[in-house]
């Protein structure tokens, strides 16, 4: 008897009603590297078209050496014939937040590339990533294409396709820098949207997993006080304390009319698989509310 087709990771996870706050990948900086053309199931090591594998893992191992997330870049739609070798470099952390942009001649650059992004120029305007690496998920090529061609209509000098993001059960992923707000089921709305209330100063809570420079439980006790206040704006909700105590974490954020307390309860769920290429189910951290109080 023929062995059915296993359902995509993220109609897996639709169909649990998995949550997605608190899931945002950890990351207080990002460096993103252009490599316009096909991506393999890592576009660092396995694109040898676009990069010598050797090369492409030097260049990963320098940037996460110095404590930063990487993710290969392209734009939207049909590839250029000559490729370029453009770049950002954001830091995300609350209070200084910054991106630098530029462009090397060849992929060699990126190892003499200054960490700092002295190399290159301050960048007003945010850098939109929505993960399209068909070869690490289908669930991010059929869903992440869809979603940032939808943007690129809207913004096109800011929107890039890019490399795993993390989190391919909530495909369509989304990056926005330098603030590092990470989204997820974007082509489930109106993905550009998401972006012009980004312009706006204001995240989405609904689809929003968390900020990549915070923690997890922050992540999570942001968006249950955002649901319960309805204050979406970017900049609220700045953490002051996190406490752990066996599986009850207690967060205090920084609210508008003084501090906020938020209780929760650590999880892990029911074994499952997190993305399509997974063999081995596995269990996932998730944060239950137990109580929120003005202090």
């Known amino acids: 008897m023929a062995v059915g087709r296993r359902i995509p990771c993220s109609d897996q996870s639709l169909a649990r009603d998995d949550a997605m706050y608190g899931t945002a990948s950890a990351g207080h900086a990002w460096a993103l590297l252009e490599l316009s053309g096909g991506w393999g199931p890592s576009a660092f090591l396995n694109s040898p078209s676009i990069v010598d594998p050797v090369l492409g893992r030097a260049i990963a191992r320098r940037f996460e050496t110095a404590g930063m997330r990487i993710a290969a870049i392209r734009r939207p739609g049909r590839r250029a014939a000559s490729p370029r070798w453009r770049w950002f470099l954001a830091f995300c952390d609350e209070g200084s937040e910054a991106l630098y942009r530029g462009e090397v001649s060849r992929p060699a650059d990126y190892l003499e590339l200054a960490l700092d992004g002295s190399d290159g120029e301050r960048s007003t305007e945010p850098v939109v990533a929505v993960c399209a690496h068909g070869r690490h998920d289908q669930c991010c090529a059929v869903r992440g294409r869809q979603a940032v061609a939808a943007i690129a209509e809207r913004y096109p000098e800011n929107t890039w396709e890019c490399s795993h993001l993390g989190g391919d059960r909530f495909a369509a992923t989304m990056l926005i820098l330098p603030e590092g707000l990470c ?31 915070l923690p997890h439980a922050v992540q999570a006790a942001q968006y249950f006080v955002r649901k319960a206040s309805g204050d979406e704006r970017i900049r609220a909700l700045s953490p002051v304390t996190v406490d752990h105590v066996d599986d009850t974490v207690r967060v205090v954020l920084a609210g508008a009319s003084g501090p906020v307390e938020v209780v929760l309860a650590e999880e892990l769920s029911e074994p499952l698989l997190s993305m399509c290429r997974a063999g081995v189910a596995g269990r996932v951290r998730s944060f239950a509310l137990k109580s929120i109080s003005a202090l």
């Not at 089921?185 to 900020?211: H, W």
């Open 183 to 213: 989204y997820g089921r974007i082509d489930s709305t109106d993905a550009a949207a998401l972006v012009t209330r980004y312009v706006d100063g204001l995240v989405d809570n609904k689809f929003l997993r968390g900020r990549t420079s």
